[in-house]
């Protein structure tokens, strides 16, 4: 069993910064990649940010230059700084964990998802 808990979200005024969490726990070897999605109402979920356990990352290109994601050293627990918020970044984020090994298996999952509103 694999559990991911993530924190951070909240409300802030344009301009401001939050930093999402997203820890991943359970009997876990590797992990090959963390990420934040985020879907906003009425909208597909979107890929955030992506980082993988090499260390690549890749960031979508509305909130590069905004947006910084990193990791832990355990390589279990993904952070997303998010500076200079804007409204259209209102969204519910979600941490996804991809090719989690565990013992017998490698599937990906998802977090609960968290709620990020940006005021104007």
């Known amino acids: 069993q694999v559990n991911l808990v993530e924190s951070g979200g909240g409300v802030v005024q344009a301009g401001g910064s939050l930093r999402l969490s997203c820890a991943a726990s359970g009997s876990i070897f590797s992990i090959n990649a963390m990420g934040w999605y985020r879907q906003a109402p009425g909208k597909q979920r979107e890929l955030v940010a992506r980082i993988t356990s090499g260390g690549n990352t890749n960031v979508a290109d509305s909130v590069n230059g905004r947006f910084t994601i990193s990791r832990d050293n355990a390589k279990t627990t993904v952070y997303l700084q998010m500076n200079s918020l804007k409204p259209e970044d209102t969204a519910v984020y979600y941490c996804?964990?991809?090719?989690?090994?565990?013992?017998?298996?490698?599937?990906?999952?998802w977090g609960q998802g968290t709620q990020v509103s940006v005021s104007s």
């Open positions: 996804k964990t991809e090719g989690v090994a565990t013992i017998g298996s490698s599937n990906d999952y």
